[in-house]
């Protein structure tokens, strides 16, 4: 009696659900495929990596210490970057573009930002800002009239930045105003640390909508610089310093209707959007920067410079620095192109872009610092120009969203995947 009720109460025997012999088949199939990596990249994408490399060693590579000493870009650059095609890399063909990938753009940044970060930026908010802003939420109007000016010869300006409006972007004072007919708004108010600002000729500009008219929200509008635009002060930078960035003045400037991006009071929509995008940019200069940082510094540490007797890059401990930020860059790299694969795909990128970009700049400012070190009183000087790196890799940290915005971003989207 006793046995029986022990073999009634017992508890069954675990088993384990028995795997389908059709996914054997499917990981057997898998693992005779070819699984690219992060960084193995299309023909096309290939392609744009080379032309770029070689392009900013012969052409940018011989103007960027006069530039970062004049704070000025070269308009001799600017035209090469329009006539090579890097400047519409994105657009479609029928605008002028190349219709090449999001991985091609962010390709042309990163081999950019290995010899000049501030060439770099210009082109980064160029294609992933402005062009992105028209191409996605650009009338048609507006893409057939300012896409192939953009692809062709005319620079971009993102101006949302202000004076009291830097992360808190809801705190915009520039103010446009609905004429009584509704056929254009009128423009008044400022902006502050604008990139591009004293090379361009199209500006997307946010503005609040007076609310008095009875509207409200921050709108998104397509200005030339003819318009009336005031390019007032141009600042005077630690770094990136041959890339402009000025302030803006708005002084009852007249845009038509027709140029408001988007619907009216959905721009804040259009900035965060393309502020993400825009940081998987910025983490492709960082990661660029820390790399030509890097190659500037170990061809010296094991070329050039010998201490009782051998290279320097010889001697253990340097190895030790050498090895740790050669991991660091690759592994900014990895978050940069699987944040830039994510998007491409349709996938949520949010989170990715903002790590790629924080940690980017991080190894960017590292690798820089530890650069200047290895190259000692040559590393110190402008002559290697090593130091320009060093200066160029404090913006990385505050631009597009600074440092404690993007851990606090991370730390928002994970609260959100584990709270029930």
Not at 4 to 26: D, E, G, M, Q, Y
Not at 85 to 109: C, D, K, L, N, R
Not at 272 to 291: D, F, H, K, V, Y
Request: net charge neutral; with cysteine; aromatic share 8%.
């Amino acid at each position: 009696m006793l046995r029986t009720l022990v073999a009634r109460n017992a508890r069954p025997a675990l088993r384990t659900a028995a795997v389908p012999r059709r996914a054997f088949s499917v990981s057997s199939r898998l693992m005779q495929q070819k699984i690219a990596p992060l960084t193995q990249f299309t023909e096309e994408e290939e392609m744009f990596k080379q032309t770029v490399a070689q392009f900013s060693e012969e052409v940018v590579g011989p103007l960027a210490r006069e530039m970062d000493e004049n704070e000025a870009m070269d308009p001799s650059i600017v035209k090469a970057m329009f006539e090579n095609g890097f400047m519409g890399v994105e657009t479609p063909e029928e605008y002028g573009g190349a219709g090449a990938s999001f991985t091609s753009a962010i390709i042309v940044v990163e081999e950019l930002a290995k010899v000049d970060p501030s060439v770099s930026v210009m082109n980064d908010v160029h294609n992933t800002l402005v062009n992105t802003c028209i191409r996605k939420w650009g009338s048609d109007h507006l893409k057939n009239t300012y896409l192939p000016q953009l692809a062709e010869s005319k620079v971009g300006s993102f101006c949302l930045s202000e004076p009291v409006s830097g992360s808190d972007a809801f705190a915009l004072k520039t103010k446009a105003t609905p004429s009584e007919d509704g056929s254009y708004y009128t423009l008044e108010g400022s902006k502050m640390w604008i990139t591009n600002a004293a090379e361009a000729e199209v500006f997307i500009v946010f503005a609040n909508i007076d609310p008095s008219k009875g509207y409200k929200g921050i709108t998104a509008f397509v200005v030339d610089k003819d318009a009336g635009i005031e390019i007032a002060k141009k600042e005077k930078k630690l770094g990136i310093r041959a890339s402009s960035t000025c302030v803006l003045n708005f002084d009852g400037i007249k845009i038509p209707k027709e140029n408001v991006l988007g619907e009216v009071g959905k721009g804040y929509k259009i900035a965060i959007e393309c502020l993400n995008e825009g940081r998987i940019g910025i983490a492709a200069q960082m990661a660029g920067l820390a790399q030509g940082a890097f190659n500037k510094a170990v061809g010296y540490c094991y070329n050039d410079r010998k201490q009782f007797g051998q290279y320097i890059g010889e001697f253990q401990g340097m190895q030790f620095q050498i090895g740790q930020a050669a991991t660091e860059i690759e592994a900014s790299r990895l978050l940069l192109y699987n944040a830039a694969r994510k998007k491409e795909a349709g996938e949520d990128f949010v989170k990715e872009a903002a790590m790629a970009k924080l940690y980017a700049s991080q190894v960017a400012g590292n690798v820089a610092s530890k650069a200047v070190e290895w190259m000692g009183g040559v590393g110190f000087t402008r002559e290697e120009s090593l130091e320009k790196f060093y200066r160029d890799a404090k913006i990385g940290a505050i631009y597009e969203g600074t440092s404690n915005i993007q851990l606090q971003t991370i730390a928002k989207l994970i609260q959100k995947e584990v709270s029930r």
